[in-house]
């Protein structure tokens, strides 16, 4: 099996930045969309970014021109680089990569890590 594993919450005054990582390892064949989420309190989880195996980006409209997703070369590292925090971005963030584990594997699976905490206040 894989496994999924984010680092890099914390506590930041607002204004400020974090970046967070994610890295799959595991029985990793190939990995597809690699991707951001968040859940605050009382709320449901919510998209915040994502990035494909080329590339290809797209983010939450609330986080578009303050936070960053990008991708190691090597596929199976993610980062979201945030900046200009704000209160509302607190939240448990979880990392989720859509994964083959085998060549012969027919369709992909959904891996989750556990989340880290970001706190957003003065």
């Known amino acids: 099996q894989a496994q999924v594993a984010e680092s890099g919450g914390g506590l930041v005054q607002p204004g400020g930045s974090l970046r967070l990582s994610c890295v799959a390892s595991?029985?990793?064949?190939?990995?597809?969309?690699m991707g951001w989420y968040r859940q605050a309190p009382g709320k449901g989880r919510e998209l915040v970014a994502t990035?494909?195996?080329?590339?290809?980006?797209n983010y939450a409209d609330s986080v578009k021109g303050r936070f960053t997703i990008s991708r190691d070369n090597a596929g199976k590292t993610v980062y979201l680089q945030m900046n200009s925090l704000k209160p509302e971005d607190t939240a448990v963030y979880s990392c989720?990569?859509?994964?083959?584990?085998?060549?012969?594997?027919?369709?992909?699976?959904?891996?989750w890590g556990k989340g880290t905490l970001v706190t957003v206040s003065s």
């Open positions: 595991g029985m990793i064949y190939s990995i597809n969309d």
């Open positions: 989720k990569a859509n994964l083959y584990n085998y060549a012969h594997d027919y369709y992909a699976i959904d891996y």
């Open positions: 990035i494909t195996a080329t590339g290809t980006t």
